[in-house]
């Protein structure tokens, strides 16, 4: 295990402040990891490449990143970024922005926002929205879910991979990983998946289970969404 590993562990360990508004308590938990955030989660947050090879953003659109950290998703669409007419990482955190504009710096079409996903909005309608374990993070994810419809243009999609509970745990495991995760600030919940099945009835469902890093045999259940707005 490496001292980044380590340090990282120990932040976790500590969890996220109770005090202060949303975006300090994130500044102050992820501010002091942002430098090995990727590594270390690389191994924890899986199905990103999936969800945006299903969402498959082609030439010339317009893409969204809601709870975008420090911009390691869109890497997975390799060269495909380069052919979107713009593609904006929009997140709360200053300290994983940082990483993302340097990250991006010499993308011409990229743009890197601080700002809510709950209230932010571009300037038109976008093609395709996605969140990649964000939705967790935001204390009113209802108001999020919805906001990224509402900037889709008609036919435009909205893809999700996030942490979830599912049907075939037991009390006591739903419990288990509702205070695991709690400690960190990530609000598990599968009301995010029902709601999101609801608005957007043409829609795809995934729910698969990842190993979680040093709890051997241990597995998560996360999901993949993707829906297309009427």
Not at 84 to 104: H, K
């Amino acid at each position: 295990m490496s001292l980044a590993e380590i340090r990282t562990l120990w932040r976790m360990a500590r969890g996220m402040p109770g005090a202060g508004d949303h975006a300090g308590r994130l500044e102050a938990f992820y501010g002091p990891q942002a430098g090995h955030y990727d590594s270390f989660r690389e191994r924890l947050l899986r199905g990103r490449g999936d969800l945006l090879e299903w969402l498959h953003p082609v030439a010339g659109e317009r893409v969204v990143e809601l709870g975008a950290g420090t911009g390691r998703n869109p890497a997975y669409l390799n060269s495909a970024v380069a052919a979107l007419e713009s593609l904006t990482l929009v997140d709360l955190c200053p300290s994983l922005l940082a990483q993302a504009r340097r990250r991006w710096a010499t993308a011409g079409n990229v743009a890197v926002v601080e700002a809510n996903a709950c209230t932010w909005r571009p300037d038109r309608p976008v093609d395709a929205v996605y969140f990649s374990y964000a939705l967790t993070m935001i204390p009113d994810w209802r108001a999020a879910i919805a906001n990224a419809i509402a900037m889709l243009r008609p036919g435009g999609r909205l893809a999700v991979v996030d942490f979830t509970l599912a049907e075939d745990q037991s009390a006591l495991g739903r419990t288990f990983w509702r205070t695991w995760f709690g400690h960190d600030g990530v609000r598990l919940d599968a009301e995010h998946r029902r709601m999101l099945c609801r608005l957007l009835p043409r829609h795809e469902l995934r729910v698969r289970r990842t190993p979680v890093p040093y709890l051997p045999v241990v597995t998560v259940p996360y999901y993949l969404f993707l829906g297309v707005r009427d």
